[in-house]
């Protein structure tokens, strides 16, 4: 049994025996095994009840914690002094450092979402022109799922740092946009009446929020107009939009409003040259 006693493990002065290897793996696989199981107690089977994102937060929170505690416990029980393996370990700390630079950011960047609550799990967010849902939230990264159902890893340095839109953080209700263009020969007041009757049409719109419809300006080949509706399912955006852009085309159709395509107009300044006669 003197191999019990045995080092195991050499690194520099530090030296671990074989019973002290096997406390600090049993102390390392029984904790983080304990975590899991409590971080999933705290955070529910329910991720959308109330206190919901509250529990997630405290879930992540008590997981850091605790599993930082576990690995400065397997470490002291396998006998490893940590001021001494950081010293002999400082050339290979200042490597992993840099290496780890980006990592350690994200991590940070991690705690302060938790902290904070800007962003949580079950959120919508618009970011780089894309609206997707907070899906999971992990150490480095956010896991999160765009309307065309594609999972996008996201650092979370850049939800902390870049500007990030919470379409969900203290209500959910989203102004959803559709732009159209009529021709210049088209009455205003027609053009008008026709767009708020589109989108007065939704039933799927706010219904304390009236809709809006503003001209936005004047283009080369048509009078430019934009038509808003409040909406609650922030998620069907792209359906909604596809089903007002119908609308308008039935009520624009119906008042006998042209939307016109692009065109240009060639003005010759003088008459163009005969051309050649035919040779005989």
Request: glycine content about 8%; charged content about 20%.
């Amino acid at each position: 049994m003197n191999w019990l006693n045995g080092s195991a493990l050499e690194l520099g002065a530090v030296k671990v025996s074989w019973v002290a290897l096997a406390s600090a793996l049993a102390i390392l696989v029984v904790g983080l095994v304990v975590t899991s199981r409590l971080t999933r107690r705290i955070k529910g089977k329910n991720p959308t009840g109330p206190g919901a994102a509250w529990r997630a937060s405290l879930s992540q929170i008590v997981g850091y914690v605790l599993r930082l505690t576990i690995i400065v416990a397997a470490l002291e029980a396998a006998g490893v002094e940590l001021g001494n393996l950081l010293a002999a370990s400082a050339v290979v700390a200042v490597g992993v450092g840099i290496a780890l630079q980006k990592v350690a950011e994200n991590f940070v960047s991690g705690i302060i979402l938790v902290a904070e609550r800007s962003i949580r799990e079950g959120d919508i967010i618009e970011f780089d022109g894309r609206i997707a849902k907070v899906r999971r939230m992990g150490w480095r990264a956010t896991v999160a799922q765009t309307l065309d159902d594609e999972e996008l890893i996201v650092p979370n340095s850049l939800l902390t740092q870049a500007a990030v839109k919470n379409l969900t953080l203290s209500e959910p209700i989203y102004r959803l946009r559709v732009g159209v263009g009529v021709s210049y020969t088209a009455d205003v007041a027609v053009v008008d009446a026709a767009l708020f009757k589109a989108a007065e049409s939704m039933e799927w719109r706010e219904q304390d929020r009236p809709p809006f419809v503003s001209l936005t300006g004047f283009g080369d080949s048509s009078v430019n107009f934009e038509v808003g509706v409040w909406t609650r399912d922030v998620w069907g955006v792209k359906r909604g939009q596809s089903l007002l852009r119908r609308a308008i085309w039935r009520e624009l159709k119906a008042a006998n409003v042209a939307i016109p395509f692009p065109q240009l107009d060639v003005h010759l300044s003088a008459p163009l040259p005969p051309p050649p006669a035919a040779s005989p």
